[in-house]
T-cell receptor
Framework: AQTVTQSQPEMSVQEAETVTLSCTYDTSESNYYLFWYKQPPSRQMILVIRQEAYKQQNATENRFSVNFQKAAKSFSLKISDSQLGDTAMYFCAFDILDDKIIFGKGTRLHILP | DADVTQTPRNRITKTGKRIMLECSQTKGHDRMYWYRQDPGLGLRLIYYSFDVKDINKGEISDGYSVSRQAQAKFSLSLESAIPNQTALYFC????????????FGSGTRLTVV
C-alpha cells in the first residue's frame, strides 16, 4: 500500500527563521509525483511545490524548496525566511500516476512574531 | 468567481437526514474528486470520477454516494447522515493530462448533530 508519513504533527518557529518539514513515503513504483500543499486558516488548499520523481534536481519556488531523496523515499520541505503568513497546516502528498493523490496527516506550522 | 465552487460552505444537519454537497468547476477538467479531512487524519479519498460515465470508490466510500451530472458538476450525498461524518469535505479537480496536482474548492464544513 502507498503511504505518506509526516512525523511532526506540530512545529513552531520564530519569524525569519528557516524551518524544515519532514515527509517520508512508501511505494514500489519508480515514477511518481510529489507535492506539498498548504492549508492556511482560511482552509483553502494551496499547492506549494511539485517534484517529479524522475528528476534529480530539487524543486524550488521562491522561499520554498524541497530536499528529495528518492532512495530514502524522503521529501522534506524547507521554508526560508519564514513569514507570519506561512502559518498553516502543510500536507505532503504523492501521485503514483493513477491520478489519485495520497495525502499525509499534516504538520501544523506556527510562525511566531 | 472561483474555479471550483462548493456549496454550502458550512452546514449543520441532524442524524438520519439526507444531505447533498455540490461541486461545480470552470476549469474544464475531466477528473473530479471528493475528499474528507479530519483532524489528525489528513485527507482521505471518498469517490472520484475520471469522466461523466466513470465513477469509482475511494478508500472510505461507505455511507456516501455521488453523481456526476455533467463534466463540470460532481455531487456528494450522505443518504442518512451520522455524527462520525462530521468533517471538512473537499472537492478537487485535475486535467486528464499531466500530474500537476489538484485544484481544490474551498471546502464544506459539515456537522452532524
Amino acid at each position: 500500500a502507498q503511504t505518506v508519513t509526516q512525523s511532526q504533527p506540530e512545529m513552531s518557529v520564530q519569524e525569519a527563521e528557516t524551518v524544515t518539514l519532514s515527509c517520508t513515503y512508501d511505494t514500489s513504483e519508480s515514477n511518481y509525483y510529489l507535492f506539498w500543499y498548504k492549508q492556511p486558516p482560511s482552509r483553502q488548499m494551496i499547492l506549494v511545490i511539485r517534484q517529479e520523481a524522475y528528476k534529480q534536481q530539487n524543486a524550488t519556488e521562491n522561499r520554498f524548496s524541497v530536499n528529495f531523496q528518492k532512495a530514502a523515499k524522503s521529501f522534506s520541505l524547507k521554508i526560508s525566511d519564514s513569514q507570519l503568513g506561512d502559518t498553516a497546516m502543510y500536507f505532503c502528498a504523492f501521485d503514483i500516476l493513477d491520478d489519485k493523490i495520497i495525502f499525509g496527516k499534516g504538520t501544523r506550522l506556527h510562525i511566531l512574531p | 468567481d472561483a474555479d471550483v465552487t462548493q456549496t454550502p460552505r458550512n452546514r449543520i444537519t441532524k442524524t438520519g437526514k439526507r444531505i447533498m454537497l455540490e461541486c461545480s468547476q470552470t476549469k474544464g477538467h475531466d477528473r473530479m474528486y471528493w475528499y474528507r479531512q479530519d483532524p489528525g487524519l489528513g485527507l482521505r479519498l471518498i469517490y472520484y470520477s475520471f469522466d461523466v460515465k466513470d465513477i469509482n470508490k475511494g478508500e472510505i466510500s461507505d455511507g456516501y454516494s455521488v453523481s456526476r451530472q455533467a463534466q463540470a458538476k460532481f455531487s456528494l450525498s450522505l443518504e442518512s447522515a451520522i455524527p462520525n461524518q462530521t468533517a471538512l469535505y473537499f472537492c478537487a479537480t485535475s486535467p486528464s493530462w499531466g500530474n500537476y496536482g489538484y485544484t481544490f474548492g474551498s471546502g464544506t464544513r459539515l456537522t452532524v448533530v
